[in-house]
């Protein structure tokens, strides 16, 4: 598994080669916890959580949570750990500029990914 450092200057490596202008208002930024999110959605706990966009007293901004990333992702290579905290940082963002535009087309798709996932893991 890769050290925290080493996934900081990943995910700060994947932010660079985004545009910039799509972290326009997230006075926040992104940061790297050490945490392990299990997600609120999943009542067993299996789930976990990678990544958190928040709008709040505090303002906009992304969370990534690094000990998520190694309970789901302990033996990958160092490309495909890029792979994944690009697409989660990704996700986040995309969460962060649908709030800038007022649409919530993703968190829909969210609730919709986890219903159907939920409802195939009771059959």
Do not use: W
């Not at 985004?18 to 706990?45: C, H, M, T, W, Y």
């Not at 033996?75 to 919530?104: F, I, N, P, Q, Y």
């Amino acid at each position: 598994m890769f050290s925290i450092e080493e996934i900081h200057e990943m995910l700060d490596d994947v932010a660079a080669q985004l545009p910039q202008e799509i972290f326009r208002e997230l006075n926040g930024g992104v940061s790297l916890v050490p945490d392990r999110k299990r997600s609120d959605a999943d009542p067993n706990g299996g789930l976990y959580t990678l990544g958190t966009y928040h709008r709040d007293q505090m303002g906009r901004y992304i969370i990534i949570y690094y000990g998520s990333f190694c309970a789901v992702y302990p033996h990958v290579t160092k490309e495909k750990m890029r792979e994944h905290l690009k697409d989660v940082l990704v996700h986040e963002l995309t969460h962060h500029m649908e709030s800038l535009a007022g649409t919530r087309d993703l968190e829909v798709k969210d609730k919709n990914f986890l219903d159907d996932y939920f409802s195939k893991k009771k059959r």
